[in-house]
């Protein structure tokens, strides 16, 4: 509007949802969240989108929202994933290890592009319910927001966060750096513990033959002794 030769500008306050969801996720990403929460609700439906925080930092961008049970479910999904890449002896799998290998590299790649898409459409489904349940247990849009607040996103939980989990990252890359398990890679103690047995069995005759694998390993030792 233009009065006395200046011109003032008013500026449109947020609406009641707007200030709900300001405080539900708090300050972290908080502008990107209200305009793509806002296309949500205009379209009212939730469209495949794009966050970086989701997909390259999953696990991290849960726990900082509070997406316990996704990150219950991704945790253990990952967690399973590792154990079955070092975990278990490649000769008991039925695939090769180039097969392992490209298994292992989609798990990851959906690991990261799925969360990338539909991050935005998981946390606002969440923080709705969220908003939903405040204002059932509150008297006031205020006290809703209050309770909002106490478990909203801070900047300072995103830091202690990112370290943790840089400390956990670095412990997983050296246990798996200096386990020598990989997939693919060939355990080589039984195969060599079988080996020596059956020369030993050649070396102390045939009465060796119904002797333990403790008892013959022993005996051969005796016998090359």
Not at 62 to 67: A, E, K
């Amino acid at each position: 509007a233009r009065a006395g030769g200046s011109t003032t500008t008013a500026k449109a306050s947020p609406s009641p949802l707007a200030t709900l969801y300001h405080s539900a996720l708090g300050p972290v990403g908080l502008a990107h969240y209200l305009r793509v929460f806002a296309l949500f609700d205009a379209t009212g439906k939730a469209r495949p989108g794009w966050n970086w925080g989701a997909a390259l930092l999953t696990l991290h961008w849960m726990l900082l929202h509070q997406l316990w049970r996704p990150a219950l479910a991704y945790a253990a999904t990952g967690a399973a994933l590792v154990w079955l890449a070092w975990g278990i002896d490649p000769a008991l799998l039925p695939w090769p290890a180039s097969v392992q290998w490209g298994l292992l590299a989609g798990f990851v790649v959906l690991g990261t592009v799925l969360p990338g898409l539909y991050g935005d459409a998981l946390l606002h489904a969440y923080t709705e319910q969220r908003i939903h349940n405040a204002i059932g247990a509150s008297k006031t849009i205020a006290e809703a927001r209050l309770r909002l607040g106490q478990h909203a996103s801070s900047r300072q939980r995103a830091g202690w966060q990112a370290a943790i989990h840089a400390v956990l990252l670095c412990v997983a890359a050296a246990i798996a750096l200096f386990s020598g398990n990989r997939p693919g890679a060939p355990h080589h103690l039984g195969a060599d513990a079988a080996h020596f047995h059956s020369t030993c069995q050649s070396a102390t005759g045939p009465s060796s033959a119904g002797m333990s694998a403790t008892g013959g390993l022993n005996g051969c030792a005796r016998k090359k002794g």
